[in-house]
Every structure is written in structure tokens, then in C-alpha cells.
């Protein structure tokens, strides 16, 4: 990527295209689904209209839904899913010209989009604040609450396909609680996790994302292009599915490894809007602005990947089904030249055995010796961690340094010349006994996953 000509490409863009319009969203409810969709416009010269498809399910409340509270998520929905089209232009401009938003929600929108932009900024080496990057204008202001009866005693759980919703799942479905799984756009890999939970389609929630293909367009043409925050995308989505089946607890996967930054000295995380403090402003916001009756929390928060890696090793029958490769996910395979899967391979390396791991990856990843930047950049010897969903560089030492003293024979290229720190089994020991207090986990909640670890 070069950073200098998208500098000059951003404010060229700017310049050009002044304003993003949230124009409109409509809503269409058949014995099917519930589809809706929205409309987005650059100075009325380029046109998006991205869309979602929710298939019914008997268990969802359709006769206690309030219609004004249905459009106040599609709303917020659209709120989230702009910042997809508008990073293409970066329009310095955003008018909303439906729904409503008020000071506080409109500095709430600003920092997730910052914060949620940070490697796309980064990356694209354009340098902006919080206050300049846009000005967001709502055309009416004032918002409502809502008030629903939410079944206490069912909790939905969303399935990613790697093995961070693989613990949740496992550990609550036997558990008093009545697990609803969830996916949007599932794949094999989240379909093969659903199933080997031992749940089916029709007792799962489905959520179908089409992005406008014109975007898609736009980013082969040379319109600015990166990550954008998708887990605060399914916040909005899992709400939606809580309050359209009535069901009060959401339980997330994300550990608490997902607060570190992705580049040292800053606060450009890639998995900001896993990391707690988006959770904690996302809870207020929906409790102040949609309803106090929908608990959003992240069941892995209080435990790290270390302590992951060792509960999923727990679940055997997963081991082979499971996927967390972005770069293989739509072939369903691990591509094995990525960061994401050198760390998977080296967080579960202490607690499953060599022989299953290069049968799961289909080669050792650490006798690999173009991944050996990314093992420097995953151990802390660069300056920044792979842009990835990984853990921390303490975790990914301790355990590399677990299975280089654990190694039987010659080792691996990577570790041969890996200097483990000297604390590392004291750091490895403190990991496992490790638990976070920062968190939003329901009692109930809690005392499972203690009872686990």
C-alpha cells in the first residue's frame, strides 16, 4: 500500500466529495423474514443501497415487537453500516436525514468511527483527530427508550467459527441457560461449529448482510479501501435478534487480550471495537437510546488467550472443524501463511500435541521460514503486532517459550533462535491463574466460566 499517494488521494477525495447522506432505510416483514435495507449517497453522484435478510424462526416475537422500536435498531443498524461507504471518500461531511440523534449520540457515532478506523488511518498514513475527520449532522434531534419483557433464563451467543465462540458455546450450553446460536453470512466453519454443538438451523439465528456491489466497485477504481469495525456491527445486529426474540443476555466471545494496541505507544487496535471499552459505551448507548432490557456483555472477557487455548483444547471434536484464518475462510481451509494462523498454532501448541497441530494445519507452521516476520512481529520484536484479531505479545512469548522447553528433538526454524524470556514460566503460570476484573459479566455468567477455568 502506498501510504504517500492515499494522503494525497484523501484529501483530493475530500475536496471532491464534500458530503455523505444517511438518506433513508425501509422495512419489509413477510411470513419469511424481515428484510430491510438502506440508502447512502455522495453528493447525490454515487448511490448505495446495502441490505439484510433476518429468516423467521418460531421462537422469535414478532406480535410484541413495537414497530417504533424495530425502526430505531434498523436505524442504528444503518449508523453502523454507513462507515463501510463512507471510508471510501472519507466525505468530511455527514448529514442524517432519518431517524434522530442528539449531541451525546453523535459524539458516541464519532468516536466509534475514529477508534474503529484507526489501522484504516494508519495504514493509509493519514493523519486526522477526532474533531476534524468529520462533522456529523442529524436533521432531527431527540430520541426515545424502550421497555420489552427479555427472558432472563436465554442467552444468544454469536458463532465466528474460531475458538474463541467455541468455549462460550461449549461452556453454557450445559449450562441453565437456553443458548441461541447466531451468525451472519455463516460459513462452513460456523455452520460445523453450530452442528457439533449440537444445535440446528432451525434453532439458530441467521443474519444475511449484501453489501451494495458499487462499493465493491469503487475499490477496484482506487477509492480509499480498509478495515472497518465489524464486531461493532454484530452489536447492533445481536440486539436486534435479542429484542426480536425476546431474549435479555447476548454473550460475546471477546477476551480481554483484545484491549492491547496493535501499534505500540498508541491507540490504533485493530480489534477496538472487541476490546472493553467499546463494550461499555455500547451498553450505555443502547441502554440510554434503545432499550434497558437487552444485556450485551463478552463471556471471555475476564480470562486471555492463554487460558482460551487451554479451555478449547478441552473440546477434541472441534479441533478439526474449527477456523480462524481470515485469508482461508472462503475456501475453508487455513491458508498457513498468515499471522493468524502462526498464533493459533502457537497459543494452542502448549496444551495440544505437535503431531495434531501440523495434522490440523497440514504443515508445522514453525518450521516456515517466511512467517518468520510475523513470529517477530506476534513475540514483540517489531514494533507492531500483525493487524489481526491475536493476542498479546506476553501471551504468544509465554507460550512459544512453554513449547520450545517442551520440544522433543531438533526444533522447529522459528524457535531456534527464540530467546525466551527468563520469567517464562512464572509468566506462563501467572497466565493461567490470570483473571481480569474489568468486565460486564452477569454473576450467573461468571461463576461458569471460574468453574471452568
Not at 374 to 388: M, V
Request: glycine share 6%; with cysteine; hydrophobic share 35%.
Amino acid at each position: 500500500m502506498n501510504s504517500k499517494s492515499n494522503v494525497s488521494k484523501f484529501h483530493l477525495l475530500r475536496k471532491e466529495y464534500g458530503t455523505f447522506e444517511y438518506k433513508s432505510y425501509n422495512i419489509e416483514i413477510s411470513d419469511e423474514s424481515i428484510d430491510f435495507d438502506f440508502h447512502f449517497a455522495i453528493d447525490d453522484k454515487i448511490h448505495f443501497h446495502p441490505s439484510y435478510s433476518v429468516p423467521l424462526r418460531e421462537f422469535y416475537k414478532l406480535n410484541a415487537l413495537q414497530y417504533e422500536l424495530l425502526e430505531t435498531l434498523v436505524f442504528n443498524i444503518g449508523m453502523i453500516e454507513l462507515i463501510s461507504y463512507w471510508k471510501s471518500t472519507c466525505s468530511p461531511n455527514v448529514v442524517i436525514r432519518t431517524g434522530s440523534l442528539n449531541k451525546e449520540q453523535i459524539k458516541f457515532w464519532k468516536k466509534l468511527y475514529f477508534n474503529g478506523l484507526g489501522e484504516f488511518f494508519f495504514l493509509n498514513g493519514i493523519k486526522t483527530n477526532i474533531d476534524d475527520f468529520m462533522e456529523i449532522v442529524s436533521e432531527v434531534s431527540g430520541t426515545g427508550v424502550f421497555r420489552i419483557q427479555s427472558d432472563d433464563k436465554k442467552v444468544i451467543v454469536p458463532v465466528g467459527g474460531g475458538k474463541d465462540s467455541v468455549v462460550t458455546l461449549e461452556l453454557l450450553k450445559n449450562s441453565d441457560f437456553k443458548v441461541i446460536p447466531m451468525a451472519v453470512n455463516p460459513r462452513e466453519a460456523v455452520e460445523r461449529t453450530i452442528t457439533i454443538a449440537g444445535f440446528d438451523n432451525d434453532n439458530s439465528i441467521v443474519v444475511k448482510r449484501k453489501l451494495d456491489k458499487k462499493l465493491l466497485e469503487m475499490n477496484e477504481q482506487g477509492f480509499l479501501n480498509g478495515h472497518t469495525p465489524f464486531s461493532a456491527l454484530l452489536a447492533f445486529l445481536t440486539t436486534f435478534t435479542a429484542v426480536l426474540s425476546g431474549i435479555k443476555y447476548i454473550a460475546l466471545s471477546n477476551e480481554s487480550s483484545a484491549n492491547e494496541s496493535t501499534v505500540k505507544g498508541s491507540n490504533i487496535n485493530h480489534q477496538y471495537s472487541k476490546s472493553f471499552e467499546f463494550e461499555r459505551d455500547f451498553s450505555n448507548y443502547i441502554s440510554k437510546y434503545v432499550t434497558p432490557d437487552v444485556h450485551y456483555f463478552s463471556f471471555l472477557r475476564p480470562v486471555n488467550e492463554l487460558q482460551i487455548g487451554y479451555l478449547f483444547s478441552k473440546f477434541p471434536e472441534h479441533h478439526f472443524s474449527f477456523r480462524s484464518c481470515n485469508a482461508g475462510s472462503k475456501k475453508d481451509i487455513w491458508c498457513g501463511k498468515c499471522p493468524k494462523c502462526l498464533f493459533t498454532r502457537i497459543i494452542l501448541g502448549p496444551f495440544i500435541d505437535n503431531v495434531k497441530m501440523e495434522k490440523i494445519f497440514g504443515k508445522e507452521l514453525l518450521e516456515d521460514k517466511d512467517l518468520k516476520p510475523y513470529f517477530d512481529e506476534l513475540t514483540g520484536k517489531s514494533e507492531i503486532k500483525p493487524f489481526e484479531c491475536v493476542g498479546t505479545t506476553g501471551e504468544v512469548n509465554a507460550a512459544s517459550s512453554k513449547i520450545k522447553n517442551g520440544w522433543q528433538g531438533n526444533l522447529p526454524l522459528l524457535l531456534k533462535d527464540y530467546q525466551e524470556p527468563a520469567t517464562w514460566e512464572q509468566d506462563f503460570d501467572g497466565l493461567l491463574k490470570q483473571f481480569n476484573y474489568e468486565h460486564n459479566v452477569p454473576a450467573m455468567f461468571l461463576s461458569i466460566l471460574k468453574k471452568a477455568i
